[in-house]
């Protein structure tokens, strides 16, 4: 398989992955690693909470986003990491069983200017439950190696 | 945990600390992000990192789990003195995540916590916003992450 490098990243939509079952299960034991909070573990303080339901972590739903990605094309993609997130909006609950999946929109691609042999690819993630309401939007920049002999 | 009314801006309060062993980073990649470099020790030192370094959602993940026992800690402290406990809801998001250096294995991040903002809520009157930057600091002082958290606090009296 070709490893994708930054030439493979033009503004628009860059493709669309999963869907990636979510188990009770798998919630409940990152909740309780990384979030025990009782509406992430426990179904009657759940429905008392403002979700109204055991739901899963933002931070379990972000990680499940990136293995999403590594398996949708991170994990073939000359990727040097990320510097970050800019921005993560908690749109609706991660509910157990759903099946999720993630629509990938390149923002922007541009070389960087520190490290010319490389480029700053800046994505748009969104992630949808199978009624199609979304969970979740990030926008995160990933650095991404250029083709060979690239560099200027 | 604290009402709206009695969260200060500019309030600091240092939450927890937490050392990343190469087990732990290797655990949490293999699960969520299993790229190289959070994988293998080769890998990770011929990387920009220069070692086996933490997926940054494990950095993340691991600033919450610190928040959460802080908060705990807090609460049964609120209980022991007989003050009503608030129950923080749930957060709409966050800005400006940074993962500043790489966090590799054997190093020990401690955790800040500043107040920057807070409002009211006008759909849910019961309800604050309240947007905090957590900062993570390794054991050589060097900042490696940060990110603006928003969560909603609940209101001492109901919409008053």
Redesign the interface.
């Known amino acids: 398989m070709t490893t994708l490098t930054f030439e493979d990243f033009r503004p628009g939509r860059f493709g669309t992955f999963g869907p990636r079952h979510v188990s009770r299960e798998e919630i409940l034991a990152?909740a309780a690693?990384?979030?025990?909070?009782?509406?992430h573990l426990d179904e009657a303080a759940a429905q008392k909470?403002?979700?109204r339901g055991l739901?899963g972590?933002?931070?379990h739903l972000?990680?499940?986003m990136?293995?999403m990605l590594?398996d949708g094309f991170?994990?073939r993609t000359a990727?040097?990491?990320?510097?970050?997130?800019?921005?993560?909006?908690?749109?609706a609950?991660l509910r157990p069983g759903d099946d999720l999946t993630l629509d990938v929109d390149v923002v922007e691609a541009r070389v960087s200017k520190s490290r010319p042999e490389t480029g700053i690819v800046t994505f748009k993630g969104t992630v949808r439950n199978a009624r199609g309401e979304v969970l979740?939007e990030m926008e995160s920049p990933i650095?991404v190696g250029r083709r060979d002999g690239a560099s200027s | 945990m604290a009402f709206f009314e009695d969260i200060e801006i500019g309030a600091q309060r240092a939450f927890g600390s937490f050392t990343f062993t190469p087990e732990d980073i290797k655990r949490?990649a293999s699960?969520?992000?299993?790229?190289p470099?959070h994988l293998d020790e080769e890998a990770g030192r011929n990387?920009?990192?220069g070692g086996l370094?933490a997926?940054?959602?494990h950095v993340?993940?691991?600033c919450?789990?610190l928040l959460?026992a802080d908060g705990k800690r807090q609460a049964a402290e609120a209980a022991a003195r007989g003050e009503t406990v608030a129950?923080?809801?749930?957060?709409?998001?966050?800005?400006?995540?940074?993962?500043?250096r790489p966090v590799l294995s054997g190093d020990t991040i401690s955790f800040t916590s500043q107040v920057e903002t807070k409002r009211t809520s006008e759909k849910?009157p019961e309800?604050g916003i309240l947007q905090a930057r957590n900062t993570g600091t390794n054991q050589r002082g060097e900042v490696v992450f940060s990110?603006l958290a928003t969560a909603?606090v609940p209101r001492r009296t109901l919409g008053s």
């Open positions: 990152f690693e990384f979030d025990p909070q009782p509406m909470s403002m979700l739901s972590s933002g931070w972000g990680s499940l990136m293995r590594f991170i994990g990727s040097l990491g990320s510097p970050g997130v800019n921005e993560m909006r908690w749109l609950p979740c650095i | 949490f699960q969520f992000d299993p790229q470099f990387s920009l990192f370094a997926s940054g959602w993340a993940a691991v919450m789990k959460v129950i923080w809801g749930p957060s709409p998001g966050f800005r400006e995540l940074r993962w500043i849910r309800w990110f909603f």
